[in-house]
């Protein structure tokens, strides 16, 4: 639970702990009232006879305050003695022969008060007299606690609430700022932290942040930099080694070149210097296209036809190992925004590493369709499958397979695989275009790559 949760929980329990006090101390004022009644009621009681036999007083001149006395007859005839001076209509709701020793509530049938607490005795065996008292001043007396109380209440609610706000616009909000942006840069986000009031621990701390994410996007640009002069410098040579080794890799180029013949090995030799030429000039592409995304850090945009992409490097596999038994399933219409030259780099990626891995007689199938509201680009073959302790790390960068999974050095020489960088690139790429990659397979049962983008 976050630190801001646990305030408003705090001010939650606050809040019902005054409720709960609030109501606890009308219970407690209530019961003290009643009871002053209930004593009052309880010596009229005990003196029936001479609270209704007052000597030489007529009943529209005797004043016993709020107290009402009246005869209750074996009938049910209730015939008032006395009643309260404010309330001289009052008929409490009292039923023949009931026996009320004690005092208890009870309504009325006349009168004003709308309450009365009510004691009876008997004078003879036909007759009852009844005492009652009304609760008007009571009701009266709660009513006014309780509006004291709660404005009290929410007096207190309300300097705590301003003291809490106060406190978490000081002191909380810069921390859920920092948390907010720290997750935001680990989702690959552009931010910063939002500025802290001065003096304040959050202002160090933000600060402090605010260093560290300049000290690593420095050091992202130096690095940056270095891979961008590395790779222009190491290209154009690298082109130039591979223009030349190409005119003699083929057999009959080897044999004739310099008087040498084939015999010698010259022709294998060239063909693996062609083979690692070319791999390096992968994983140089592979490196720009990385160094691409770091830069851009946001999503680009545009349509592209994963469908089309998929088609394209089908007829590009088909065309450089037309013994492989092949099976390309891509309709129109899978259209994704996107870059496309980032996407069609991930397509590739996945068919090279397929084609860099398995041996040329292995069967693959490129299929690219819809599914919901993404599409999904899936490359499977039926080699040798990928060992368990290496399926959690191929889409890393510098990856290397076991060696079973390969096809040999020779063939992935010969597609131009081998980087280790194929699988990283379409991590980084789909990744950048808010989607999924992952992979599926089983020691010589094939495995299946694949990725989704939203549509």
């Known amino acids: 639970m976050t630190l801001r949760r646990r305030m408003l929980v705090a001010l939650f329990v606050l809040a019902l702990t005054f409720g709960v006090f609030g109501a606890g101390v009308v219970a407690v004022q209530r019961s003290y009232l009643i009871g002053r009644l209930d004593a009052q009621l309880a010596g009229y009681a005990a003196s029936p006879l001479l609270v209704v036999n007052l000597p030489g007083m007529e009943s529209d001149r005797v004043a016993l305050s709020d107290v009402y006395v009246g005869r209750l007859a074996s009938d049910g005839g209730l015939r008032t003695v006395f009643a309260p001076t404010g309330d001289p209509q009052l008929l409490p709701d009292v039923r023949a022969g009931e026996e009320l020793t004690v005092a208890v509530g009870r309504g009325t049938t006349a009168g004003l008060a709308r309450g009365v607490r009510v004691v009876t005795a008997r004078l003879s065996a036909d007759e009852q007299v009844v005492f009652a008292l009304p609760t008007t001043a009571v009701d009266e007396a709660l009513l006014h606690l309780t509006a004291t109380l709660t404005a009290g209440w929410l007096a207190v609610l309300l300097v705590v609430a301003l003291l809490v706000g106060w406190f978490y616009r000081q002191a909380l909000r810069p921390y859920a700022s920092l948390v907010d942006t720290a997750r935001a840069v680990n989702r690959g986000e552009l931010r910063r932290p939002d500025p802290a009031p001065l003096g304040s621990e959050a202002a160090d701390l933000t600060q402090a ?13 130096r690095a940056g930099r270095f891979a961008r002069d590395a790779a222009r410098e ?11 080794s190409g005119r003699y890799a083929g057999p009959g180029n080897a044999s004739d070149a310099y008087g040498l013949v084939e015999s010698q090995g ?8 062609d083979g690692g030429l070319r791999r390096v000039s992968g994983t140089l592409d592979d490196l720009f296209v990385l160094n691409r995304l770091d830069a851009r850090g946001g999503r680009p945009g545009g349509e592209v036809d994963l469908g089309e992409l998929v088609r394209d490097r089908g007829a590009a596999l088909a065309h450089a190992q037309p013994g492989r038994p092949l099976t390309v399933e891509a309709p129109e219409g899978l259209v994704v925004t996107g870059d496309a030259a980032l996407l069609e780099r ?3 990626a996945l068919v090279d590493n397929v084609a860099a891995h398995t041996g040329p007689d292995v069967a693959v199938r490129l299929s690219a369709r819809a599914v919901g509201k993404r599409v999904s680009v899936e490359v499977h073959d039926e080699g040798p499958g990928i060992a368990p302790e290496d399926q959690q790390t191929v889409f890393e960068q510098l990856h290397h397979g076991a060696a079973s999974d390969a096809g040999g050095v020779d063939d992935a020489d010969e597609v131009g695989g081998g980087s280790g960088m194929g699988l990283a690139v379409v991590a980084a790429v789909v990744t950048t275009h808010g989607g999924q990659y992952g992979l599926s397979s089983a020691p010589q049962r094939g495995s299946l790559f694949w990725f989704e983008l939203p549509r």
Do not use: N, W
Not at 234 to 244: F, K, N, V
Not at 266 to 273: D, K, M, N
């Open 209 to 221: 942040f605010s260093t560290l994410l300049d000290e690593r996007d420095a050091a992202t640009a």
């Open 234 to 244: 190491l290209r154009e040579p690298l082109a130039e080694l591979a223009r030349e």
């Open 266 to 273: 010259v022709g294998a030799a060239l063909r693996r210097i």
């Open 346 to 348: 991930a397509v590739a």
